[in-house]
């Protein structure tokens, strides 16, 4: 399709475990975002790459957290040893330009049981 | 940590009221945006605000982008069920690339 892709679309997970959660941008799109969105909340910011940099990762949690964008298209977030607090859904949105519209995906939901 | 706050946090209103949806902080931001999530999709602009004072409309939707760049409303004129949602504002601090969500205002507009 021509939207943001995330996969999976839902994943659960023991307490302790790893996860990688995927996301494909719309193809050309020079920025590409993060965002963490508890049940009724608004998103956080968790980092932004343009292209394969990540200029920017002062909203990540903890050292747990990882996110790596090597060829400036796929992005994928890792989360390493997960805890229940990481319970949420993982927005990833990218944008053609360095400011401007977020093209959202329609998220990871993520259950740390 | 969220800097912009949104007030009211939760709305239920009848087809055809009017509504203000607020978006506060004590930060300057280089632009603001307005968005309209529904659940189990990621959220969708519905406008970008980038001068002081600057008022923007989309169809029954009334944008304004404060003077000092700090705030910004939403007005909702003759509402429908379609405007339900959860509205968010995300403002872009100045010298940064990254988009600071508000804390989202749920509205139910009921037929």
């Known amino acids: 399709g021509a939207g943001v892709s995330q996969s999976p679309r839902y994943k659960v997970a023991k307490r302790g475990q790893d996860v990688a959660l995927r996301c494909d941008p719309i193809?050309?799109?020079?920025?590409l975002f993060w965002y963490q969105q508890a049940l009724g909340q608004g998103p956080e910011f968790l980092t932004y790459?343009?292209?394969?940099?990540?200029?920017?990762k002062s909203g990540l949690p903890s050292d747990r957290f990882f996110a790596e964008r090597p060829e400036g298209s796929v992005s994928t977030l890792k989360i390493q040893r997960t805890q229940q607090e990481d319970s949420a859904v993982y927005l990833c949105?990218?944008?053609?330009?360095?400011?401007?519209?977020?093209?959202f995906g329609e998220g990871s939901r993520l259950t740390v049981l | 940590t969220q800097l912009l706050e949104q007030s009211p946090q939760f709305l239920s209103i009848q087809e055809g009221e009017n509504l203000t949806v607020y978006c506060n902080s004590s930060?300057?931001?280089?632009?603001l945006q307005w968005y309209r999530q529904e659940p189990g999709e990621g959220p969708v602009l519905l406008v970008t605000?980038?001068?002081?004072?600057e008022v923007k409309k989309l169809k029954r939707l009334t944008f304004q982008f404060g003077d000092a760049r700090k705030d910004s409303s939403l007005h909702i004129t003759a509402a429908q069920p379609g405007d339900t949602g959860l509205y968010l504002c995300?403002?872009?601090?100045?010298?940064?690339?990254?988009?600071?969500f508000g804390t989202g205002t749920r509205l139910k507009v009921l037929a």
């Open positions: 790459f343009q292209n394969e940099a990540q200029l920017d």
């Open positions: 995300a403002g872009r601090p100045a010298g940064t690339y990254k988009y600071i």
């Open positions: 193809s050309g799109h020079v920025s």
């Open positions: 949105a990218s944008s053609p330009r360095q400011t401007g519209e977020l093209f």
């Open positions: 605000v980038v001068t002081g004072g």
């Open positions: 930060s300057v931001f280089s632009s």
